[in-house]
Nanobody, 122 residues
């Protein structure tokens, strides 16, 4: 089992910044592959915000390019999302997601954190 715990959400005014963190813990029987951040605005479907591979390749939603930066610390199993120039439309619950591979079976699994609320006021 893998546990993902997010932190760093909160209330911020438009134009402000927040930094989200996600710490992964649990069994050492897994290796972490691509990890990323998703968000679910009120009344809408969950969507990809940013992802990062083991090699450090990144992918961003068009709506956050140039404003958000994703990073990972493999040694400490930590994922971060620096969010700058926040807009009211960034308001959502933000989820950390990890794709892991079992060292034993080679199977891949997907885990989610519990989510952290980000609210941007106008």
């Amino acid at each position: 089992q893998v546990q993902l715990v997010e932190s760093g959400g909160g209330l911020v005014q438009a134009g402000g910044s927040l930094r989200l963190s996600c710490v992964a813990s649990g069994s050492t029987s897994f290796t972490f592959n691509t990890i990323g951040w998703y968000r679910q605005p009120p009344g809408k479907q969950r969507e990809l915000v940013a992802g990062i591979s083991v090699s450090g390749s990144t992918k961003y939603a068009n709506s956050v390019k140039g404003r958000f930066t994703i990073s990972r610390d493999n040694a400490n199993n930590t994922l971060c999302l620096q969010m700058n120039s926040l807009k009211p439309e960034d308001t959502a619950v933000y989820y950390c997601q990890a794709v892991v591979t079992s060292r034993i079976s080679g199977n891949q699994y997907r885990y989610w954190g519990q989510g952290t609320q980000v609210t941007v006021s106008s």
